[in-house]
Every structure is written in C-alpha cells, then in structure tokens.
C-alpha cells in the first residue's frame, strides 16, 4: 500500500502545517487549533472581522492555490445528508467540549508534549478507528 | 486580542493571519487531508489500510516540535506581549468525552475541522452542509455548558 508520492507529498504537506503553527506561536504565541479558530471567529462582533476570519479565508485560498496547481479535483465521498448533518455536529460539539482538535491536540499539543492532549489525540484516532471498523466491516 | 493591539498593527495582521492560514490550507490540500477516502482509509485500520496520513502527523510533528523548542528559549512572541498557552493538566469527563465524540463524527464522513473548511474552496454543498452542522454543535456545546453553569450557581 505504500506509495511514494503520496507519502512524500503527505509528509510535506504536514511539514507546511507545522511551519503554520511555527508562525503563529513565534508571532502571536498562540496554538494553532482549527476548530478554537472557527469558534472564535463566530463568536465576534458582527462589525469586526477577526483576525480568526483571516486565518480561515487562507486556509481556503490555500487549498484553492495547491488544487489549482495540481489540478486534481477532490469531490466529497457518496453519504446521505443525515450522515453528513450527524457526523458535522459531533465534530462541532466533541471538540468544542474536548477544546481541541486534529491541529490543536494532534500537532501543537502533541508537539509540547501536553498530557491532555496526547491522550486526547489517542482517543478520537481509537474511536475514529471503531467508527470506520463499525461503519465499513460490521454494518 | 485584536483590541490589545495599537490600531497600525491590524494590517500586518491581518495579513499574517491570511498567510499562515494560506500556509495550513496549502499543507492540508498537499498532504491528502481533505481527501475523505485518504483519512477513511487511514482509519480503517482492520480493513486496507492506508498509512499516508501517519506522514501528515510526523511532518507536522517535527516541525513544530523543534519549532516549538527554538521558539520558546524567547521570552515573549514577536507581536505579541505573553505566549498564551493552555496550563490545565487535568484528564477530565470532558476531554475524554469530547475526543470520542470528535473520534465518531470525524470516521463517519472523513472531515474533521481544518479539512472541512478547506475542502470549502472545492464548492460542493456537502462540504458547506457539513462545516454548517459541525458550527451549530460547537452553538449546542456552549449553550449547554452556560446552562449547566447557571444551574451549579442558583439550584432550584
């Protein structure tokens, strides 16, 4: 299943993702954890724009730039809105209550060798894990 | 934060926010994370396997963590006054509670936060009904954390 390309691409691309994060603490001293950025940005005032909206309008243009470049289209995989609806609001309420997700536990956290969230880290892989096992071999 | 800052620095960043997120979207879109057939497979574990993503995380990893090590020997941030780093220890229900939930949502459809607004720029109304719900249970966690906070404070 090995597969050079992709591997190397995948282990670049997350090099990006940590440089990422690199600059945001040497600037802000701030964690880079994607969903405290969403929250925050729907939390502030409707007349300002945060600097979170910024963070999250680059994201976009950052995927629009690499799909552009490459030219291959990612086309979101079959389900059903009910799944999708289901799936969004776990996402939304777990890291909210878990305050943190892949970037902010998974990288940064990881990265400062936090307890918490190396055990948080370890708990959604496992339980994403016995979703797809339940979702794709059981059901 | 924003309001902490004197009013000649929202440009820069502004623009510094545009860019390492830029920097993120770029890292996300290149090393397969917004592909949800990639992270399935990289979950399916029991089934065919896929170990690309485990790359994803040793990149970042790396990176952030000697990042992290250079960064921290400075006092303070470059544009800011303090480094603003969480300082609980504690293992507790919610953590616990919230990652598995997260785990759940995250192997039923292959999104989990950052992708999902990435995956934004390729314009399919998944994507958009997706980032939506997942806006809304961020929404519900907070009002049901003010209501139990409420009811700790005046118990009927």
């Known amino acids: ?139 | 934060m924003s309001n902490k800052m004197p009013h000649n620095t929202n440009l820069k960043t502004g623009f510094l926010y545009l860019l390492c997120g830029a920097l993120f979207g770029a890292g996300l879109s290149l090393s397969g994370m917004t592909d949800q057939n990639k992270v399935l497979g990289f979950l399916d574990l029991f089934g065919s396997w896929n170990p690309s993503l485990i790359f994803v995380m040793a990149g970042g990893i790396s990176v952030t963590f000697i990042g992290y090590k250079i960064i921290f020997k400075r006092s303070s941030p470059l544009w800011a006054d303090a480094f603003m780093l969480p300082t609980s220890k504690l293992i507790d229900k919610n953590l616990v509670l919230g990652a598995l939930l997260f785990g759940i949502g995250w192997g039923l459809y292959g999104y989990c936060p950052g992708p999902a607004i990435a995956s934004l720029a390729y314009l399919h109304w998944e994507t958009f009904l997706f980032v939506a719900a997942m806006i809304i249970g961020m929404f519900l966690q907070s009002k049901q954390a003010a209501y139990t906070e409420n009811k700790a404070l005046n118990p009927l």
């Open chain 1, 1 to 139: 299943m090995l597969d050079v390309f992709s591997d190397n691409s995948a282990l670049l691309g997350g090099a990006i993702i940590g440089l990422s994060a690199c600059f945001m603490m040497l600037f802000y001293g701030r964690i880079t954890g994607i969903s405290g950025i969403i929250w925050n940005v729907i939390q502030t005032p409707k007349k300002h724009f945060s600097s979170s909206g910024f963070f999250l309008c680059g994201i976009i243009l950052g995927a629009l730039c690499v799909t552009y470049i490459s030219g291959a289209e990612i086309s979101p995989i079959q389900s059903n809105a009910f799944t999708i609806i289901l799936a969004g609001l776990l996402v939304g309420y777990g890291t909210k209550l878990g305050s943190g997700c892949t970037s902010g536990h998974g990288i940064c956290g990881i990265s400062r060798f936090s307890t918490r969230s190396i055990v948080a880290t370890v708990l959604f892989m496992l339980s994403g894990i016995t979703t797809v096992y339940v979702m794709r071999h059981l059901v």
